[in-house]
């Protein structure tokens, strides 16, 4: 049973409220988490640092995004997400505000695990946003607070005008008051969640530590992350491999390849929500059949020689993909609380976690790749193994399932 269904009644704008509120603090939060895609250009100028300088700057605030998701879930189950989500944001806002004011490399890395922050979010916007909603219903909720993932590409085509007309010091500054400001609407005009107001009202004791875990021993969980990994941490890692692809196959300059890029991240950010409608109405795991079952054949065409795919096919494959990784991100997330109703913050913290962690992975793995073949294309390749594996084991796991007589959640199946 959904805990909307064990509480008092809500209001009728209520769950409408919190979801559209949370949805565009997530796309601030995302702007902000992204910042350094912009301003680490210039920074890196100013400071002339080398490329593996450069990528630890960039990659810091995407890794400690990633690994603070499940600390900060557990919180949200714990404190409640209308006052977890809010010091998060407003955590963020004043570590991305001084980092305006740092002015060595090292200053930088600090204040850039504060910027982390601002990724953490998703994790507790999930835990919140989902007990507003039934079963059949939070599917298509999540997928809507997904798509704020969209923020990066706000970050891509707003932050470039700020920093030639005021510095990128300007950029962090107003991102800053932009994401407080938000943080303060988001306090005082949104309420704490059924689910913690369910346990206040009934002064329910929190969840030890060992119990807040439990749910990460069942190797379910670990598979879901394996689809998080590659359905939004490969997609994060192609938002941003692409333009250098681009580039280096096709002779692209960095202004279109970088417009292609952005053109990529913004539809497979906004399809998100599509995909949470199609894991209400068709059940998540047939979306994710269809998504890892489209991505092999898309990551394997992808993997061949470079020279031999126009870009014009390599352009409409790749837009195929990212469509379909988007369907994937939403449908992996509408397990999480039909399987796991009373560990949304734990178990969505570790997924999304893993997700985050391939986005700061795999652009690694790429570049290790071509560096070792020679192929600009052994990055789908690596892809393409990371779907296969994920295809075979969810076949092979719903088989066990079926032998076994244990069926999914019907919100899930």
Request: net charge positive; hydrophobic share 55%; aromatic share 14%.
């Amino acid at each position: 049973m959904s805990v909307i269904e064990k509480v008092q009644p809500m209001s009728d704008g209520e769950p409408a409220k919190a979801l559209w509120i949370s949805t565009v603090a997530f796309t601030l939060c995302f702007a902000v988490w992204t910042i350094f895609a912009i301003i680490g250009i210039r920074i890196k100028q100013d400071l002339g640092l080398n490329e593996a300088e450069f990528g630890l700057l960039v990659g810091t605030p995407v890794l400690t995004g990633s690994l603070v998701r499940i600390v900060l879930g557990i919180w949200t189950g714990r404190y409640g997400g209308r006052l977890v989500y809010t010091l998060t944001m407003l955590a963020a806002a004043l570590a991305t505000f001084l980092l305006s004011y740092a002015q060595t490399y090292t200053q930088m890395l600090i204040a850039g695990l504060g910027v982390g922050l601002a990724g953490g979010s998703f994790a507790v916007g999930v835990a919140y946003v989902s007990p507003f909603f039934p079963a059949e219903k939070q599917g298509t909720a999540l997928g809507i607070f997904g798509a704020g993932n969209v923020g990066a590409a706000v970050t891509k085509f707003a932050a470039p005008f700020v920093l030639l007309a005021w510095g990128w010091q300007a950029v962090a500054e107003i991102w800053a008051v932009c994401l407080a400001l938000m943080a303060i609407v988001f306090w005082f005009t949104t309420s704490d969640d059924p689910a913690f107001r369910l346990r206040r009202e009934r002064s329910v004791a929190s969840k030890s530590l060992a119990e807040e875990f439990a749910p990460l021993q069942n190797v379910q969980v670990w598979r879901f992350s394996l689809y998080y990994f590659f359905a939004f941490g490969g997609f994060v890692a192609l938002s941003l491999w692409l333009p250098r692809y681009l580039v280096g196959v096709y002779g692209f300059n960095l202004e279109t390849a970088g417009m292609i890029a952005a053109a990529y991240s913004i539809p497979g950010s906004i399809f998100r929500a599509f995909g949470g409608v199609l894991s209400d109405k068709k059940g998540a795991r047939s979306v994710m059949y269809a998504m890892l079952a489209v991505s092999a054949v898309a990551t394997l065409i992808l993997s061949l020689p470079a020279t031999t795919i126009t870009p014009v096919i390599f352009i409409v494959v790749i837009f195929v993909l990212g469509f379909f990784m988007s369907l994937g991100k939403a449908a992996v997330f509408k397990h999480i609380p039909a399987y796991y109703p009373e560990s949304v913050g734990a178990v969505g913290g570790i997924v999304g976690m893993m997700g985050g962690l391939g986005g700061f992975i795999l652009p690694i793995a790429f570049g290790f790749l071509k560096d070792m073949t020679g192929l600009w294309s052994s990055c789908f390749l690596l892809l393409f193994a990371i779907v296969a594996i994920s295809l075979v084991w969810m076949h092979l796991s719903v088989k066990q399932l079926s032998r076994q007589g244990h069926s999914a959640p019907v919100a899930a199946t």
